[in-house]
Antibody, heavy 117, light 112 residues
Framework: EVQLVESGGDLIKPGGSLRVSCAAS????????MSWVRQAPGKGLEWVGR??????????DYAAPVKGRFTISRDDSTNTLYLHMNSLKTEDTAVYFC????????WGRGTPVTVSS | DIVMTQSPLSLPVTPGEPASISCRSS???????????LDWYLQKPGQSPQLLIY???NRASGVPDRFSGSQSGTDFTLKISRVEAEDVGIYYC?????????FGQGTKLEIK
């Protein structure tokens, strides 16, 4: 059974940093591109970024609002996806979901990140 | 960025009646590999999103056959042949042909 479990969400002051994680199981993590999607309170879904599998270069792409502040990484030895968030803004407050490509066929429950003073 | 525009944004439906949601993309979603990268998701109240339809018209595993997807150019449609109470939630279309992936605003389906 495919499982994605996000963790690490917290209350952070503006300008702070945070790393959230996504533990994957039930599939070959090494062979899959992974994405992060977020949902601000009461709002719709927003794609944050993705990371390719190592064999495809392992590079990441980002949405404009987070580019230069967020970094996606992966540890294939532990089947874990990471989202490193720096210079956090109040508008980054959201539930962060990890999901696998293509077609986002499995989602975690998400981890809440609140940026507030 | 590709803009995805959904309509209607609110959709009250009587159980047993059909429902239709539209999604228009600002440019073609046809990839060089021949696939059209348009997916549909449903987020039920209090839950994570779930994949309903991928590549315009392919039902995801476990999705009832009352759900179907179609395309006409840059206009995409999700149809529910007979709405059931369990279908309530917010429906999103999403394009994945180009970075950044973009979602529609969402259509809230509610039971009358």
């Amino acid at each position: 059974e495919v499982q994605l479990v996000e963790s690490g969400g917290d209350l952070i002051k503006p300008g702070g940093s945070l790393r959230v994680s996504c533990a994957a199981s039930g599939f070959s993590f090494t062979n899959v591109w992974m994405s992060w999607v977020r949902q601000a309170p009461g709002k719709g879904l927003e794609w944050v970024g993705r990371i390719k599998r190592k064999i495809d270069g392992g590079t990441a792409d980002y949405a404009a609002p987070v580019k230069g502040r967020f970094t996606i990484s992966r540890d294939d030895s532990t089947n874990t996806l990471y989202l490193h968030m720096n210079s956090l803004k109040t508008e980054d407050t959201a539930v962060y979901f990890c999901t696998r490509e293509p077609h986002f066929d499995n989602w975690g429950r998400g981890t809440p990140v609140t940026v507030s003073s | 960025d590709i803009v995805m525009t959904q309509s209607p944004l609110s959709l009250p439906v009587t159980p047993g009646e059909p429902a239709s949601i539209s999604c228009r993309s600002s440019q073609s979603l046809l990839h060089s590999d021949g696939n059209t990268y348009l997916d549909w998701y449903l987020q039920k109240p209090g839950q994570s999103p779930q994949l309903l339809i991928y590549l315009v018209s392919n039902r995801a595993s476990g999705v009832p056959d009352r759900f179907s997807g179609s395309q006409s150019g840059t206009d995409f449609t999700l149809k529910i042949s007979r709405v059931e109470a369990e279908d309530v939630g917010i429906y999103y279309c999403m394009q994945a042909v180009d970075i950044p992936y973009t979602f529609g605003q969402g259509t809230k389906l509610e039971i009358k």
